[in-house]
C-alpha cells in the first residue's frame, strides 16, 4: 500500500527556516506529482480542506500558494521518490501540520496519498 512519511518539523522562531522532507514508497506506478499541503490549528478536524502549500511534478515544474511564494522552495529527487520543502522567512501564519501528497495519476492537485503530517510551530 502506498505510502508516505514526513519529516523535519517543529517549533521555529520567526524569520527562521526549516526544512521538511517526504519519502515515498509501495507506489505501484511512477508518481506524477508530489507536494505539500496544510492545516491550521483551527481547522484541524477530519474532512477541513488542507490548503495547498507547492506542488512539482516529475518534469519538475512548480506550483506555489501566494502566501509561500518567494519564501518556500520545492524540490523532488526523482529516483528516490523523496520531495522536500525548504522554509525560509517563517511567519507565525505558517504554523500548522504540513502533509505531504502524491499522486499517480495526472488529476490536478490534492488527489492521491497523504502522509500522517508534520507540525511546524512558527513562534518566539
Known amino acids: 500500500q502506498a505510502r508516505l512519511v514526513e519529516s523535519g518539523g517543529g517549533l521555529v522562531e520567526p524569520g527562521g527556516s526549516l526544512t521538511l522532507s517526504c519519502t515515498a514508497s509501495?507506489?505501484?506506478?511512477?508518481?506524477?506529482?508530489m507536494g505539500w499541503f496544510r492545516r491550521f490549528p483551527d481547522m484541524v478536524r477530519e474532512g477541513t480542506p488542507r490548503?495547498?502549500?507547492?506542488?512539482?511534478?516529475?518534469?519538475?515544474?512548480?506550483v506555489y500558494s501566494d502566501a509561500v511564494k518567494g519564501r518556500f522552495s520545492i524540490s523532488r529527487d526523482n529516483a528516490k521518490d523523496t520531495v522536500s520543502l525548504q522554509m525560509n522567512a517563517l511567519k507565525p501564519e505558517d504554523t500548522a501540520i504540513y502533509y505531504c501528497?502524491?499522486?499517480?495519476?495526472?488529476?490536478?492537485?490534492?488527489?492521491?496519498?497523504w502522509g500522517r503530517g508534520t507540525q511546524v510551530t512558527v513562534s518566539s
Open positions: 509501495e507506489f505501484t506506478f511512477p508518481i506524477v506529482r
Open positions: 490548503e495547498l502549500v507547492a506542488t512539482i511534478k516529475t518534469d519538475g515544474s512548480t
Open positions: 501528497n502524491a499522486d499517480m495519476v495526472e488529476r490536478g492537485p490534492g488527489f492521491g496519498s
